[in-house]
């Protein structure tokens, strides 16, 4: 009933930004946490960032001050600013969300994850 779909993947130069959206759809009643995850070759699943319903925000340290996560409430769309990318930024990346998809049913959400690879 309820899905997270990802967009904004693809090649970029280092140096250069992308924009990642997450849109949830479906039955939803409410959206708790929201987060983005990332996962390179060979490594373990990371998490970059959060924020909660009503806009607070954590960065991992090997984000932090280059990428902004941000949420659009009335539209159930999460946000993913990346700048000033590197090479080791190259991951599939995912979102995540806490949905209320009934009253009073929470469940962890994921999205299909999408390709970020930075490379000249």
């Known amino acids: 009933q309820v899905q997270l779909v990802e967009s904004g993947g693809g090649l970029v130069q280092p140096g250069g930004s992308l924009r990642l959206s997450c849109a949830a759809s479906?039955?939803?009643?409410?959206?708790?946490?929201m987060r983005w995850y990332r996962q390179g070759p060979g490594k373990q699943r990371e998490l970059l960032a959060s924020i909660t319903m009503v806009g607070s925000t954590n960065y991992a340290d090997s984000v932090k001050g280059r990428f902004t996560i941000s949420r659009d409430n009335a539209e159930n769309t999460m946000y993913l600013q990346m700048n000033s990318l590197k090479p080791e930024d190259t991951a599939v990346y995912y979102c995540?969300?806490?949905?209320?998809?009934?009253?009073?049913?929470?469940?962890?959400?994921w999205g299909q994850g999408t390709q970020v690879t930075v490379s000249s």
């Open positions: 995540n969300a806490e949905v209320m998809y009934r009253v009073g049913a929470w469940y962890d959400y």
């Open positions: 479906g039955s939803i009643f409410s959206i708790a946490d």
